[in-house]
């Protein structure tokens, strides 16, 4: 070997020991920069025509364990579709209370409870009543608070959404241009290994907003994919995502999808900040609003449903209904109800201001209703009508009124029974507004997927419009909502109505991810089933922002007096007319023609009606061993008996039931001369008594039932059992994914941070190992230092050899 080989052989190893050098320094000056990964240069023998010429640097790459990033990228993903998860959920339990929180909803009930229980033992008095409302003022302010703050963080999401889709679009730029930077250093056969580590970081940033897959190219591009492959977010150029708001949320709606070139692919995404954002804006808020819904629906149901069998003292002059009707709404009713004008002390204001209305009335409609309360006994005491399209029932001459339901039951639109008073609202604590001029289903999890309910037939109707004659739809078990709602439409148009017109009355609307049926008219609509599709796919009047709508009623704000305390009169009753001898036969009873039993006197309540026949040779003891002798009636304490009145100078018949309970008589000889009820006066002899507080124990006691019948809401399953366990059920359900979310959360973070450790320790700047390296290089670069030294001073003695 020459001098001159061996220079430029000394030379060669001092640049490649240079080189070396160099990067061990950039590994040090980097050993905290995140992301950073050490890089390694090779080194290889140099060769000119076959023979050796010193070294070179090899290719500059990076020490990156390309299976521990993608795994880390999955769990990015999963970390931070569980971090939405666990802020959101510790806002909500924040919103919810925790089960031991006097914030709670349902310790808001129990004190509405506690409320009632002391209006109950001492309703004459003043602070009880007031105390009554505040407390449900508290619990519907509680339920306006919880359904207005979860559509406040749909909302939020929103934002963040639209921030993450930004972000998510900011980064697919980046790595493109990163790309484009690589492929440009790998064709002038420059390193990459920098601009590798800064994609590999915009890529993991990516990861946790959306889930990624890539793909690399032979120039060093990669192409990347979510859904692993389905959409392709960059090859070469990169795909823009976009995102619309929503202008203001309610409960029962839906937002927009994140869209992929404008296709939406919301339903593609598995994990990610976005998959969890829209998780928790479509699902589980709506879930907890429809909770919520179902439990304020119930909550009003109960406490209305026993204030409207009660009476106030002393009585209102008026009653106004919630509900808004047309005279024309056709109803679906049984059994009867008593109306009555009383005084300011309870009592009748006239011996016959009263009158039992037995349902249903001809017509069978809201007119039909007001017709025949003011054409009986009481209309001349008071005054049934119509006002701004609510049903009132006013008092005549300062006269008050009261209302006992009896056995009456009037089938609502969604197919519940509810007494006269409590259909109308004509005595409700809790004011909502009824109506199913538009009625929604339940939340269903799919609009095109089988409903599974039994092949039959429902009726839609209504009092005016093309439903004035009712149209009938057919369904089967395969058929969808879609189906359902494309099956409406079609008979809608059958009976009259346009295409057009047809689609407006019944849609599909989106809550969430879920999906909701909705028919809207121009009047109150009834749907009577002969299978059970509506009750499979909950068909209701009520909407899903009831919870948000609730209030204590006006009237009981403006004067708490109004709050019941007892009930109408329906337990004690008495003939007017005494007779000498109780065991003869009643002077002009019954026709005195054959056959010799000709009337019925009919005793009706919550219980198999009892039939009493009687005709001209029936005594006033007759009656009453009838009523005694009878199983039906003893078992539900009602007793006669016959006693002697000193100022009447004769006998008289008196049923009372001993527990309090309502029950009345009907007479087919009316309105005959010689009927029973008309000879013997057989009536009640008053209205309400002041004492008489069964109305607001009965409202006490509403919360004590462990019967009422919740159905499936958001996740929670359909059972009997009581308000205040009901809502514990809520409160303890946010509490339990508050705890799991986060249990998710800390879980995958330290997944992160573990894979992290682990890369870190084979891709990252170890210290020593660079200290090492670099006396290494040193000496290498020194030895070949000494080497040139040398072969110049070779040169020189040759030189001066010369």
Do not use: C
């Not at 009632?116 to 509680?142: K, W, Y």
């Not at 980064?171 to 590999?200: A, F, H, K």
């Amino acid at each position: 070997m020459s001098l001159t080989q061996a220079l430029n052989t000394a030379i060669s190893g001092l640049n490649t020991a240079q080189a070396r050098i160099a990067i061990t320094s950039s590994n040090i000056s980097n050993v905290n920069t995140p992301g950073y990964s050490k890089k390694i240069a090779g080194q290889e023998t140099l060769t000119l025509d076959g023979q050796g010429a010193g070294s070179q640097v090899a290719d500059i790459y990076r020490n990156v364990n390309e299976g521990l990033q993608r795994e880390m990228r999955g769990e990015l993903g999963k970390a931070g579709r569980e971090e939405v998860r666990y802020e959101f959920f510790q806002r909500i339990q924040t919103l919810f209370g925790t089960p031991q929180s006097d914030a709670a909803i349902s310790q808001r009930i129990n004190d509405l409870a506690d409320a009632f229980e002391q209006l109950g033992v001492t309703p004459d008095q003043n602070s009880p009543r007031i105390e009554a409302i505040e407390s449900a003022l508290q619990v519907m302010e509680s339920f306006e608070k919880l359904s207005s703050q979860l559509q406040d963080m749909r909302d939020d999401i929103d934002d963040q959404i639209t921030d993450e889709v930004d972000s998510a679009n900011t980064l697919l730029s980046e790595i493109s241009e990163l790309n484009t930077g690589i492929v440009r250093l790998n064709n002038l056969d420059q390193p990459t290994t920098e601009l590798e580590d800064q994609r590999d970081q915009k890529l993991n940033k990516l990861a946790k907003i959306i889930d990624v897959t890539t793909f690399s190219r032979s120039d060093g591009s990669i192409v990347v994919y979510s859904a692993n492959g389905a959409n392709t977010l960059l090859d070469r150029t990169p795909n823009t995502l976009s995102f619309t708001q929503t202008a203001g949320f309610e409960p029962g709606t839906g937002g927009s999808g994140v869209s992929l070139n404008g296709e939406d692919i919301t339903d593609t995404l598995r994990t990610g900040t976005l998959k969890g954002l829209f998780d928790m804006r479509d699902s589980e808020i709506p879930a907890l609003n429809d909770q919520i819904n179902e439990l304020a629906g119930e909550l009003r149901d109960a406490i209305n449903e026993e204030h409207n069998k009660g009476t106030a003292f002393p009585p209102p002059t008026n009653l106004s209904g919630n509900r808004m009707v047309a005279a024309s709404d056709p109803l679906t009713a049984t059994g009867a109800f008593r109306v009555a004008a009383l005084d300011e002390d309870g009592e009748l204001a006239a011996a016959d201001s009263w009158a039992d209305i037995t349902l249903p009335t001809t017509p069978a409609t809201v007119q039909g209703i007001i017709d025949a309360i003011n054409g009986s006994d009481a209309g001349g005491y008071l005054t049934a009508s119509l006002i701004d399209n609510k049903l009132v029932i006013e008092g005549a001459d300062g006269n008050r009124v009261a209302i006992n339901e009896l056995d009456s039951a009037i089938t609502t639109s969604d197919g519940r029974e509810q007494g006269m008073s409590h259909y109308f609202g004509l005595n409700d604590f809790v004011a909502t507004t009824k109506s199913s001029e538009t009625m929604t289903s339940a939340a269903q999890s799919s609009s095109t997927t089988a409903l599974n309910a039994t092949a039959s037939s429902f009726t839609i109707s209504a009092g005016s419009g093309v439903l004035a004659g009712g149209i009938t739809v057919n369904y089967a078990a395969t058929d969808s909502l879609e189906d359902v709602r494309d099956s409406i439409r079609t008979a809608l148009q059958g009976a009259g109505m346009s295409v057009a017109a047809s689609e407006e009355a019944a849609f599909i609307i989106e809550d969430g991810n879920r999906y909701r049926l909705v028919l809207d008219h121009t009047s109150n609509m009834t749907i009577t089933d002969a299978g059970t599709l509506t009750s499979k796919i909950g068909m209701t009047e009520d909407q899903p922002t009831l919870a948000g709508n609730m209030d204590v009623s006006a009237a009981i704000q403006n004067d708490p007096s109004r709050i019941v305390r007892g009930q109408m009169n329906a337990d004690t009753y008495k003939t007017t007319t005494a007779v000498v001898d109780s065991a003869a036969a009643i002077p002009n009873l019954g026709p005195l023609v054959p056959p010799p039993i000709n009337y019925t006197l009919t005793v009706s309540g919550d219980f198999t009606d009892v039939n009493i026949d009687y005709d001209s040779t029936t005594s006033l003891d007759d009656i009453a061993n009838a009523i005694n002798n009878s199983a039906t009636l003893t078992d539900n304490n009602i007793t006669a008996s016959v006693v002697f009145d000193s100022q009447l100078g004769g006998y008289t018949l008196s049923v009372k039931d001993a527990n309090g309970d309502p029950f009345y008589f009907s007479d087919n000889g009316l309105p005959n001369a010689d009927s029973l009820t008309t000879v013997l006066g057989l009536g009640i002899g008053f209205g309400v008594h002041e004492g008489d507080n069964s109305a607001a124990l009965a409202l006490s006691n509403t919360f004590e039932r462990s019967d009422i019948q919740f159905e499936a809401a958001g996740g929670l399953s359909g059972e009997r059992t009581s308000l205040t366990d009901f809502a514990a059920g809520i409160v303890a359900t946010t509490a339990t994914k508050a705890s799991v979310s986060q249990s998710g959360y800390e879980f995958q973070s330290n997944l992160v941070t573990d894979l992290s450790t682990r890369i870190q320790n084979e891709a990252g700047v170890n210290l020593d190992e660079e200290m090492s390296d670099l006396i290494i290089f040193q000496r290498a670069y020194t030895a070949s230092a000494q080497v040139i030294t040398t072969v110049d001073e070779m040169f020189d003695a040759l030189l001066r050899a010369v």
